[in-house]
């Protein structure tokens, strides 16, 4: 299960979008996953295999707070233990159970730990998602490239001028001679990384959270407004890349659009580029030339080297 990316905690969804009475399905790391809410009302996560014949358990329904298979009806409660066998009043169903994950909601998101049993350790959550004056909205796209990929452009400053010449990076057009100095400083869930530009003060700060979220700070003028990008593997070569929204002005449902508008048409800038890269999975350093201003990028690529890439989970 979940290989290259095991044993990981990672963001899947606002818990809104989780709806009582609705499997909703996901992908990670070549592994299916279903959530839904439990009796309790509490988000659950179980592979998405039926024990039985293998068959996807969200494409079944949820009632009562437990899912049933949609091929021969075998029931499952958010641990997983298997509630009812039809036609089989006297199964053994304790040797039934499908495959719970560990899931937690925290700050309106809900985190799926990627390994079945006790997670060492809690999820980080950005603080900013801990405030109870704002409003979070998320998108979901799907790009056509590999996560490490789509990770190491949300932590790219210096593309910006080119990528989004009409949009983020408008400001910085025909001023790219000047020296671009990134800086990577360690922190306990990731790095801080700032950009400076012939000793101007960055305007914005980028955040990683590991493993595969990027914190965007734009916060103008003192007021509260980020972008949490996160990079989730599905398939190999293919990405869920999710956008939070996160502000506390402006909170009004309908404006959602408009973030969104303008979240979507950046992305899409940067998705077909990104999706042209060669080889679609992230090469150790050596394998392509790099610079200065790729010290982020390069910083990320150590820790998908030595800290994500080689984790694996027996089955």
């Not at 996560?147 to 790219?176: C, Q, S, Y």
């Not at 982020?296 to 150590?302: D, V």
Request: hydrophobic share 45%.
């Amino acid at each position: 299960m979940f290989p290259q990316f095991a044993a990981l905690w990672t963001p899947v969804a606002l818990a809104t979008e989780v709806v009582a009475g609705r499997p909703y399905a996901l992908v990670i790391a070549d592994t299916r996953v279903v959530l839904f809410r439990d009796a309790a009302g509490d988000v659950a996560a179980l592979i998405d295999r039926c024990p039985h014949r293998g068959v996807a358990l969200s494409l079944g329904r949820v009632e009562g707070g437990q899912i049933a298979c949609p091929f021969h009806g075998w029931r499952f409660d958010g641990a997983g233990a298997c509630t009812h066998v039809p036609w089989n009043p006297d199964a053994k169903r304790g040797a039934l159970s499908a495959t719970a994950l560990p899931v937690r909601v925290a700050g309106g998101l809900v985190w799926v730990h990627t390994a079945p049993g006790a997670p060492d350790g809690e999820p980080f959550v950005p603080p900013v998602l801990l405030r109870d004056d704002v409003r979070v909205m998320a998108q979901h796209m799907v790009w056509d490239v590999h996560w490490t990929r789509v990770m190491e452009n949300m932590l790219d400053t210096p593309h910006l001028p080119f990528v989004h010449a009409g949009t983020i990076g408008k400001g910085l057009r025909g001023r790219t001679d000047a020296a671009m100095t990134m800086a990577w400083n360690e922190t306990p869930s990731g790095a801080q990384i700032t950009a400076t530009r012939a000793g101007e003060a960055p305007k914005t700060t980028l955040a990683y959270h590991f493993p595969n979220v990027m914190e965007l700070s734009i916060d103008p003028g003192g007021r509260v407004l980020r972008m949490l990008a996160v990079c989730l593997p599905q398939a190999d070569g293919r990405t869920r890349l999710s956008i939070y929204s996160i502000r506390n002005f402006a909170k009004w449902a309908p404006l959602d659009r408009l973030f969104a508008r303008m979240n979507a048409r950046i992305a899409a800038e940067d998705k077909a580029i990104i999706e042209s890269s060669q080889p679609a999975t992230v090469p150790p350093a050596g394998e392509e030339r790099s610079v200065p201003t790729d010290i982020p990028t390069l910083a990320f690529r150590k820790i998908w080297f030595t800290r994500i890439q080689p984790q694996r989970i027996a089955p």
